[in-house]
């Protein structure tokens, strides 16, 4: 699966599991292990109970901020090879009341060739979030998941 309409129809499934804060069907996006690096910090999980575990200061703290969706702004995917690809996408998060909480833009390393997945779709393998930390920080909200 290496069509830009289907990696973007993935990653409708991950906004999808992300606005419902859906710790399970978030990692179910994930091939592990798997690198996400911020402005700030970086993190490796080796397994999916890793991150499960870690998933739940994640949620706290979008529970936090009043998050009620995250919708995709804009999204553009780059074929690396047959096996691998990239998917630059920028982020919108909306509070409970339909308003902007913050916007960022964030690459995902992506396995494409269904290698490692169970049911052979694509799999996110590392995250560089560019501009998410910043972000908060000029809303003023203390990064702490």
Partial sequence: M???TEIRA?????????????????CDHYQFPV??????????????????????????????????AARIASFTYQKLSKAFG????DWELI???GGHIVGFHTTYTLRVDGKGSADGKPAIIGILAHSEDSAWRER???VDW
């Fill in 2 to 4: 290496t069509l830009p």
């Fill in 10 to 26: 993935f990653f409708d499934g991950y906004a999808r599991a992300f606005t419902a804060q859906d710790a399970a069907a978030i």
């Fill in 35 to 68: 690198q996400i690096l911020s402005e700030d910090t970086g993190y490796v999980f080796r397994d999916r109970a890793e991150m499960l575990a870690d998933m739940k200061g994640f949620v706290a703290f979008y529970d936090k901020v009043d998050f009620a």
């Fill in 86 to 89: 990239q998917a630059h996408v």
């Fill in 95 to 97: 509070d409970k009341s």
């Fill in 140 to 142: 003023g909200v203390p």
